[in-house]
C-alpha cells in the first residue's frame, strides 16, 4: 500500500492543467469528423506510444479522451481526428488554425512495440477504431523494416464515412501493405467490398506465428472479430484490442473507465486480450 | 356626439395571465366594457382532492407564482384553523416577516416595471435602462432585498419552501436576520425615499377619474392588517372570516373564465388602495408622510391611485420588517418544529392580505386530514365586477379622445388593479360529491 | 447579433415568469447577450421570428394548442421552463380524474362555457429541444442554459438523484427525522433546496429517466405512510410522467 | 507505550491546547440525530461519544466540490488554484475513519499521486477516540479493532467515562507539549467493547467469497430494493470517483473547472457516446461497489477497501446492508459447496 511518508513531495503532481497546444492545421474529413494538427508551445515533440491518447480539452465546454493519430515517428507536430458526437466535441469543430487546444497527456498504455517487432501486424479497425490504429500503421510504414507484414481491415458504414481517403489511397499503391476495405452500406460509385469487417477474415492467409492482431471499433465489433480470428486459430496472446470508456480525468482516479479491476485509462486503453478475457465488463 | 368604437386589447401586456379588453360602442351607445378573461381554468379543485394537509400548500401556492406566498400562508391558517394546529408567536412573526417581503417585492415590480412604462411612455422597462438606468437598478436593488427576505426565510421567493402547517421547517439565523435588518435601513430605506421622489415627478400622469365604490380588505385592531384580521367593508363594517362567502357572492359570466364577485353594491374594490382607504391611520407615519407627499389622501376613489397606494405599503413593509426582526431578535431565535398533530378535524377558513387584495381559502378535512371539500376566492376575482364598473363609467368619460388614448387609458386602469388573471382563474367554488 | 429571445406563457402559476424577473443581480449582464423581443407580463412588443422562445406552463386547452404551434414555426429554438411546461407538472392532476367530472364540479351546468383538454407537457404537442427542469423553474438552470445556447454548447441535463446534492452538501436525510422524501428518484440539479431547508423534496424536477418506482414505494412505505399516501405524493408533480 | 490519564472535564482545554498547532476538526452535532466533522469555534461543543459523522473525513482532503481552475474564455488561457494549506488537526477521530485516510492515501497517492490531496494531507494531525459500536458499525469484522491506533499521533481510550491518553508518535507528543492537565500513568488496553460478529467470516476469507460471487442471485434482490441514489458510495469513506465540469459564469467570459464526488451507483456513471452503458443495470452497479470494497484493490493490496464504518448502510433511505449482502453472498457459497460435496 502506498503510505503519504513514501510520497516525496515534488512527486505529487497538478494533474488537472492542460498544456495549451496551438492549431496549425485542421480539416473537416467526413460529415462527422474532422482532422487537427498540433503543436507543443515550444514546438516539442508530445513524446507518445502509437495507442496513447490525451485529454482534449475546450475552457467553458470540458474535456474529452481522444486518440493520438499520428505516428510518433512524425516530428514537431501530433494529429487528432474527432468525432462530432457531443458537448465537446461539436464545440470543438469549430476550432481552426491558429485556435488554442488544451491538452493533457499523452496517458494510458499504448501497443508494445518491442513485442510487435518483427511481427506480421494485422490492423482491424471499424469506423472511428482508424484513428488511434493510424498511429500505429504509420509508425510501422515509417520503420518498415522492423516488421513483418502489414495487413490492414477497415470497414465503415458508407464510402463517405471512409477517414483519411488520401492516405488509404497511397496505402492502397504500395506492395507492402495489404490492405481490404469493407462497407456496410454501398453507394453506386462503390466498387469494393460490402459487408461488416469480419467478412474479411476468413479469405485471410496468416502466418499464425508471427501475426499479431491490433483491434478497434465500436463495442459490438469486438466480440465477432475475436471469434473470427479464433476460428483463425490465433492466441489470445496475440490479440490486442482498444477500448474505450467514460473518463474523467485520464489518470486513474476519477473512476469512470473502470472496467471490473482494471482502469481503462491507465491499464489501457490497449489490452492485450489474454488481460482482459477473464473481465466480464470488458467486452 | 354620436360615435362607433372598438376597441379589443387581446392578451393585454404587463399584466399577470391572459385578459383582453373589449370595449364595443354604436352611435356613442357602450353596448360593452369589459375585462374579458381568457385564461383557461386550471382546475385546482380537482388536484386537491383527497390530498393530505401536508399538500394543501404545496399545491395551492402553485395557483400562482406571483402571490405563491401569500397562498401558502393562506392555506396554512386555513388548515391550522380546521386541524386545530396552534403555532408559536415566532411562526406569527416570520410570517409577518415574510408577507412585508413578498408585498415589498410585488409592489415595487408593479410600480417599476409594470406601471411605470405607461408614465414614462415606454413599452417595457428594458427601454428603460438606457434612458433611466439608476431608476431600474434602484428598483432591481429594492425586488432583490425583497426576494432576499423570502429567500432566506422561506428559502424561496417563489413557492416558498420552510413555512408548513404547524410552522417552519428551518428557523433563520440570527446573523441572516441581522443582516436584512440592515439593508433594510442602508439600501431600500433611502431607495424607497428615492422612489417616493420618482412617483412624485410622475404625478402629473395619473389621470384623473373617479368612481366611489366598496372597499374591502381586512381589518386588525392592532396594526395595519396583512396577516389575518376581521372582513372590513367601507360600506358597512366588519364581519368575521368565517362569514366570508355573505360578503364575496360568487357568479358566473360569460366573458370570463374566472367568476365574479359583488357584497353591498353591483362591484366591490380589493387591494392596496382599499386597504389604504380602510386602514390608513395605522401605517407607519413615515409611510402615510409618504402617500400625502405622493397626493395621496384617505378616502381616495381614483382607482389609478392604486399604484400609489402601493409605494406607500412598501415604506410601511420596510421600516415594519425592522421592527418585526427586532422583536424575533429580542426574543432569541428558537429552533421549533412545526406542530403537525391534529387536535380535530372539519373546516377551517383562511384570510390574509397579499398585494392584490384579501384572500381566502376554505377546507374541509376528513379525520385522516384529507381534503373532501376546498374554496378559493381570490383578490383580483374579486376586482373584475368593479373594473368593469369602471370601465363603463371612463369610457364616455374620454370619449372625446382618440381610440388609441382611449386604449392606453383602458389599459392603464386594468393595470393599475395589479391584476393577477393566472390567480383569478384558478380556484372556483366546488363541493366533492364523494 | 445578438440572439433575439422571447418569453411565452401558458397555463402556469407564471412563476417561471416571475423568477426571471427575479435575477436581479444578473438581469443586466443576460441583457447583454440576448436581445429580448417578447415578453407579455414584462413589455409591450411582439415580433415575427425569435431564434430561442421560451415557454412557460402546460399546454391545455384548444387555442393553446395552436398558439404554441405558431410559437415554433417562428422559433428556431424552443425551451419548456418549468415542470408546468416540461412535463404537465401540477397542472396534470387534473389529469387523474375524468375531465368532464372535473369541469362539471368547477362550472355545473355551464361547463361547455369554457373549453379544456388534459394538461399536456409541450413536447406533446410540438417539438422541444431544450428544458429547465423545477417548479419554480431554477434560476441558476436557467442561466446556465442560456450561457451554454450563447456559447453554442450543448445545455446540462440532469439524470442524478437529489440525493447526490443532498448528500454533497452533508443535510441530515430526511428519512433520519422521520420524513419522506422524493429526493432518491427525482432529478437533482436544484442543489438539494428543499431538503436544505428541511422540507421534502416534491418530485418537482421530474422522476429519473430509469427509475426504481416500485422501490421507491417500498422505501416511503416502510417510512411511515400508506401505499396510496406513497402514491398520491410521487404523482404530485409527475402525473403525466409516471404510471403507477 | 507513553501514556497519560485524561479527565473529561479537561478535554475542552485540550482542544483548546491542540488549537495552538493549527485549525482543530472535530465531530459536532449537527440535525436532529446526526453529527458532522466541523471546524471547532467552541471546544465545548465538539462531541466525543458519535456513532458516526453523515459524510467521512475525506470530505476535508477531497471536497465534495473543489475548483481546479479559473479559465477565461476571451484569451482562452487559465489560472492555476493555488492551495495553501493550515496545519490541521482531526481531534475525535475514530479507529476505522483513521483506516479509511491510510487508504484514500493510496487511491489518491500510488501512480499519479495528486498535488492537492498531497497538500491537504501533508501538514495534518490526527488525534483518535475510542466509541461504543452501534448496529451499524462492523469495523471489527473488516479487521480493524476500536482501539487500532495506527496512523494516529494521539490516541483517548475511554475507561470508566475518562480517558488514556497515548502517544503514538513524535508529532503527537510535540501536541501536547505544555499540557498540564493530564498524569502519567499505566498502559491499559481495555478489551471490553463488544462488537458482534456481523460478517460471518473473517475478512481474509471474503476474497474467495468474491471471486464466485459474480453471477450470484443476490445482486438481483439487492437490485429490487436499491433505488440507485448514490447515498451509500457518496458517504463511503474509501470512495473517491468524481466527475470534471466547466461553469461559465454570466458574462460568458470566465469561469471554472470543478470536480464533484460522483458515484459508480448513479446509472449514468458509466454510459458513453452512442448511448452504450457498461454498467446499465442496478445489478451491475452494486456488484461493482462491493467488488470495489472487497475484490478489486483488495486483490492487490490484501487489505478489504471496507472499513465497516456502517454508513452506506446507517444512511440506505432503502435499508440496504453491506454485511446482510456479504453474508448472503457466503451463504450461497455455503450451499455450493455442501451440493458439491454431496454430488461427490
Ligand atoms: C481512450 C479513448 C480514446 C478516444 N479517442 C477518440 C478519438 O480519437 N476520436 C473521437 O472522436 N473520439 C474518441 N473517443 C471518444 C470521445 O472521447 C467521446 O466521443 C467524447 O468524450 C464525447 O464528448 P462530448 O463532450 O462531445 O460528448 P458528451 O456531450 O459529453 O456526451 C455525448 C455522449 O458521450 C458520452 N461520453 C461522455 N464522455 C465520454 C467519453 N470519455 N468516452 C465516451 N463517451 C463519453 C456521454 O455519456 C454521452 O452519451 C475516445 C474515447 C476514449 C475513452
Ligand atoms: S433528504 Fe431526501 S434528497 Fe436528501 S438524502 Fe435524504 S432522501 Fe435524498
Ligand atoms: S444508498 Fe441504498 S438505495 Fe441508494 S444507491 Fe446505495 S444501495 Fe441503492
Ligand atoms: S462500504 Fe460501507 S461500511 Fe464499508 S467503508 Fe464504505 S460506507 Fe463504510
Redesign the pocket.
Known amino acids: 500500500m502506498k503510505r503519504l511518508q513514501d510520497v516525496k513531495a515534488k512527486e505529487a503532481r497538478d494533474l488537472y492543467y492542460p498544456t495549451m497546444c496551438k492549431v496549425v492545421g485542421a480539416r473537416q474529413i467526413t460529415d462527422l469528423?474532422k482532422w487537427y494538427e498540433l503543436q507543443m508551445p515550444a514546438g516539442q515533440d508530445l513524446g507518445h506510444e502509437p495507442g496513447q491518447?490525451v485529454e482534449v480539452s475546450a475552457f467553458g465546454?470540458?474535456?474529452?479522451?481522444?486518440?493520438?493519430?499520428s505516428s510518433p515517428s512524425k516530428k514537431g507536430s501530433f494529429e487528432?481526428?474527432?468525432?462530432?458526437?457531443?458537448?465537446?466535441?461539436?464545440?470543438?469543430k469549430r476550432y481552426e488554425q491558429g485556435d488554442m487546444i488544451g491538452i493533457r497527456g499523452p496517458?494510458?498504455k499504448g501497443y508494445p512495440i518491442e513485442k510487435l517487432l518483427g511481427k506480421d501486424i494485422l490492423i482491424i479497425a471499424g469506423g472511428?477504431g482508424l484513428?488511434?490504429l493510424r498511429s500505429l500503421i504509420n509508425y510501422v510504414l515509417d520503420n518498415r523494416k522492423d516488421f513483418g507484414r502489414l495487413i490492414i481491415l477497415y470497414g465503415a458504414k458508407s464510402p463517405a464515412e471512409l477517414l483519411f481517403k488520401e492516405e488509404i489511397a497511397i496505402w492502397e499503391t504500395r506492395d507492402d501493405v495489404e490492405l481490404h476495405i469493407t462497407v456496410d452500406q454501398p453507394d453506386e460509385s462503390w466498387t469494393g467490398n460490402t459487408g461488416v469487417i469480419t467478412t474479411l477474415i476468413p479469405g485471410l492467409d496468416l502466418n499464425l506465428n508471427t501475426t499479431i492482431a491490433a483491434i478497434t471499433g465500436p463495442p459490438i465489433m469486438y466480440k465477432f472479430v475475436i471469434m473470427s480470428l479464433k476460428s483463425k486459430q490465433l492466441n489470445d496472446d496475440q490479440i490486442y484490442v482498444?477500448?474505450?470508456?467514460?473518463?474523467?480525468c485520464g489518470v486513474g482516479k476519477c473512476g469512470?473507465?473502470q472496467i471490473n479491476g482494471v482502469y481503462?485509462?491507465q491499464d489501457?486503453?490497449v489490452f492485450n486480450y489474454t488481460d482482459i478475457k477473464p473481465l466480464e465488463e470488458a467486452l | 356626439m354620436s360615435r362607433d368604437l372598438n376597441i379589443n386589447v387581446h392578451h393585454l401586456t404587463r399584466v399577470e395571465g391572459h385578459g383582453n379588453i373589449v370595449v364595443n360602442m354604436k352611435e356613442g351607445v357602450l353596448e360593452t366594457a369589459h375585462l374579458s378573461i381568457v385564461e383557461p381554468p386550471r382546475f385546482f379543485e380537482a388536484m386537491m382532492k383527497g390530498r393530505s394537509f401536508h399538500e394543501a400548500a404545496i399545491i395551492t401556492s402553485r395557483i400562482c407564482g406571483i402571490c405563491s406566498l401569500g397562498h401558502q400562508l393562506t392555506s396554512l391558517v386555513a388548515t391550522e384553523d380546521a386541524l386545530g394546529l396552534e403555532i408559536s408567536e415566532q411562526t406569527v412573526l416570520l410570517r409577518k416577516l415574510l408577507i412585508h417581503g413578498a408585498t415589498l417585492q410585488s409592489n415595487v415590480l408593479h410600480a417599476y416595471f409594470l406601471a411605470a412604462p405607461d408614465f414614462l411612455n415606454a413599452g417595457s422597462v428594458f427601454p428603460l435602462i438606457a434612458t433611466h438606468k439608476d431608476v431600474v437598478l434602484r428598483a432591481l436593488r429594492m425586488k432583490r432585498l425583497a426576494n432576499d427576505i423570502g429567500d432566506i426565510v422561506s428559502g424561496r421567493a417563489v413557492h416558498p419552501i420552510t413555512p408548513v402547517p404547524g410552522g417552519f421547517t428551518r428557523i433563520p439565523e440570527k446573523a441572516e436576520l441581522l443582516e436584512i435588518k440592515r439593508r433594510l435601513l442602508e439600501e431600500a430605506l433611502p431607495d424607497g425615499v428615492e422612489t417616493i421622489e420618482t412617483m412624485k415627478s410622475l404625478a402629473g400622469a395619473i389621470p384623473q377619474f373617479e368612481r366611489e365604490t366598496e372597499y374591502i380588505s381586512l381589518k386588525h385592531p392592532e396594526e395595519y392588517a396583512l396577516y389575518q384580521g376581521d372582513i372590513f367593508s367601507s360600506d358597512s363594517g366588519s364581519v368575521p372570516v368565517h362569514n366570508y362567502l355573505d360578503v364575496t357572492n360568487e357568479f358566473i359570466v360569460e366573458h370570463s373564465t374566472s367568476k365574479h364577485t359583488k357584497y353591498n353594491r353591483s362591484s366591490y374594490f380589493v387591494g392596496a388602495l382599499a386597504r389604504w382607504n380602510n386602514n390608513s391611520s395605522q401605517m407607519v407615519d413615515e409611510a402615510q408622510a409618504a402617500a400625502e407627499a405622493m397626493g395621496l389622501k384617505p378616502n381616495c376613489h381614483n382607482p389609478y391611485m392604486n399604484t400609489i397606494a402601493q409605494v406607500a405599503e412598501a415604506v410601511h413593509c420596510i421600516l415594519d420588517s425592522v421592527r418585526i426582526i427586532d422583536i424575533l431578535i429580542e426574543k432569541g431565535l428558537k429552533n421549533e418544529k412545526p406542530n403537525q398533530t391534529p387536535t380535530r378535524y372539519g373546516r377551517g377558513v383562511g384570510s390574509n392580505e397579499v398585494p392584490r387584495g384579501i384572500l381566502f381559502h376554505d377546507y374541509t378535512y376528513d379525520n385522516k386530514g384529507n381534503i373532501v371539500k376546498a374554496n378559493c376566492i381570490i383578490p383580483t376575482g374579486q376586482n373584475l365586477a368593479n373594473i368593469d364598473d369602471d370601465m363603463k363609467k371612463l369610457v364616455p368619460e374620454i370619449m372625446n379622445k382618440s381610440k388609441e388614448e382611449i386604449t392606453l387609458d383602458l389599459e392603464m386602469l386594468v393595470r393599475a388593479y395589479d391584476p393577477c388573471i393566472s390567480c383569478s382563474v384558478h380556484m372556483l367554488e366546488v363541493d366533492f360529491i364523494e | 447579433m445578438k440572439p433575439q429571445v422571447a418569453f411565452f406563457d401558458f397555463t402556469s402559476c407564471e412563476g417561471c415568469q416571475l423568477n426571471k424577473l427575479n435575477l436581479e443581480n444578473d438581469l443586466l449582464d443576460i441583457l447583454k447577450h440576448v436581445d429580448i423581443v417578447e415578453f407579455r407580463e414584462a413589455m409591450d412588443d411582439k415580433a415575427d421570428h425569435y431564434d430561442i422562445a421560451f415557454i412557460e406552463g402546460s399546454i391545455s386547452s384548444p387555442s393553446c394548442v395552436e398558439r404554441i404551434h405558431d410559437i415554433r414555426r417562428r422559433s428556431d429554438i424552443l425551451v419548456a421552463l418549468g415542470s408546468c411546461a416540461v412535463n404537465g407538472g401540477i397542472n396534470a392532476m387534473k389529469n387523474l380524474h375524468p375531465i368532464d367530472e372535473v369541469r362539471e364540479t368547477v362550472y355545473g351546468k355551464d361547463k361547455y362555457l369554457f373549453a379544456t383538454l388534459p394538461a399536456m407537457a409541450v413536447s406533446s404537442v410540438v417539438k422541444v429541444d431544450y428544458e429547465v427542469r423545477g417548479c419554480p423553474m431554477n434560476q441558476q438552470d436557467f442561466l446556465k442554459l442560456l450561457i451554454a445556447l450563447v456559447l453554442g454548447k450543448?445545455a446540462p441535463k440532469y439524470n442524478s438523484p437529489v440525493c447526490v446534492e443532498c448528500k454533497l452538501k452533508e443535510n441530515e436525510c430526511l428519512y433520519n427525522r422521520g420524513m419522506v422524501c422524493l429526493g432518491p428518484v427525482t432529478r437533482g440539479g436544484c442543489d438539494a433546496l428543499c431538503p436544505s431547508f428541511g422540507q421534502f423534496c416534491t418530485g418537482c424536477r421530474g422522476i429519473l429517466s430509469n427509475p426504481n418506482l416500485d422501490g421507491m414505494l417500498e422505501i416511503m412505505t416502510n417510512h411511515g405512510i400508506s401505499l396510496d399516501e406513497a402514491k398520491k405524493r410521487m404523482l404530485l408533480f409527475n402525473s403525466n410522467e409516471v404510471q403507477l | 507505550m507513553e501514556c497519560y490519564s485524561l479527565l473529561r472535564a479537561d478535554v475542552p482545554a485540550l482542544i483548546d491546547h491542540l488549537g495552538k498547532f493549527g485549525e482543530v476538526v472535530a465531530p459536532h452535532r449537527k440535525g436532529d440525530v446526526s453529527y458532522s466533522f466541523e471546524s471547532v469555534l467552541d471546544s465545548s461543543q465538539v462531541v466525543l461519544d458519535y456513532n458516526r459523522t453523515l459524510l467521512p473525513l475525506k470530505k476535508l482532503f477531497l471536497p465534495p466540490v473543489e475548483k481546479l481552475m479559473d479559465f477565461s474564455l476571451k484569451n482562452m488561457s487559465f489560472d492555476p488554484v493555488e492551495l495553501t494549506t493550515q496545519p490541521r488537526v482531526f481531534f475525535g477521530v475514530h479507529s476505522y475513519e483513521m483506516q479509511s485516510i491510510l487508504r484514500l492515501d493510496h487511491s489518491m497517492l500510488s501512480g499519479n499521486a495528486e498535488s492537492n490531496y498531497f497538500k491537504r494531507r501533508k501538514n495534518s494531525r490526527f488525534v483518535g477516540i475510542s466509541f461504543e459500536p452501534d448496529d451499524f458499525h462492523f469495523s471489527e469484522s473488516v479487521g480493524i479493532a476500536i482501539e487500532e491506533m495506527e496512523g494516529f499521533d494521539l490516541f483517548l481510550n475511554e475507561i470508566d467515562d475518562d480517558f488514556q491518553l497515548y502517544v503514538l508518535s513524535d508529532n503527537g507528543r510535540s501536541l501536547i507539549q505544555g499540557f498540564k492537565q493530564i498524569r502519567t500513568v499505566e498502559a491499559e488496553l481495555s478489551g471490553k467493547r463488544e462488537f458482534k460478529k456481523k460478517i460471518r467470516y473473517h475478512y481474509n476469507r471474503l476474497p474467495r467469497i468474491f471471486q464466485y460471487a459474480y453471477k450470484s442471485k443476490v445482486w438481483a434482490d439487492v437490485a429490487e430494493k436499491c433505488v440507485g441514489c448514490g447515498a451509500c458510495t457518496l458517504t463511503c469513506p474509501t470512495c473517491f470517483c468524481f466527475d470534471v465540469t466547466d461553469e461559465v459564469s454570466v458574462t460568458a467570459e470566465d469561469g471554472l473547472r470543478q470536480r464533484t464526488w460522483d458515484s459508480c451507483m448513479l446509472s449514468?456513471f458509466a454510459?458513453?457516446?452512442?448511448?452504450?452503458?457498461f454498467r446499465e443495470k442496478t445489478i451491475n452497479r452494486t456488484r461493482h461497489r462491493l467488488y470495489r470494497k472487497f475484490k478489486y484493490i483488495t486483490d492487490e493490496e490484501g487489505l478489504p477497501w471496507c472499513v465497516g464504518c456502517g454508513r452506506c448502510t446507517a444512511f440506505c433511505p432503502a435499508g440496504i446492508s453491506l454485511p446482510d449482502i456479504v453474508n448472503e453472498l457466503i451463504q450461497e457459497d455455503e450451499k455450493a459447496q455442501y451440493h458439491h460435496t454431496v454430488r461427490v
Open positions: 469528423e491518447f465546454i470540458g474535456e474529452a479522451p481522444i486518440s493520438i493519430s487528432l481526428c474527432i468525432r462530432q458526437v457531443g458537448t465537446l466535441t461539436n464545440v470543438l496517458f494510458g472511428i484513428v488511434p482498444s477500448l474505450e470508456r467514460r473518463m474523467k469512470h473507465c481503462c485509462c489501457g486503453p | 450543448q | 449514468t454510459e458513453v457516446a452512442g448511448g452504450e452503458n
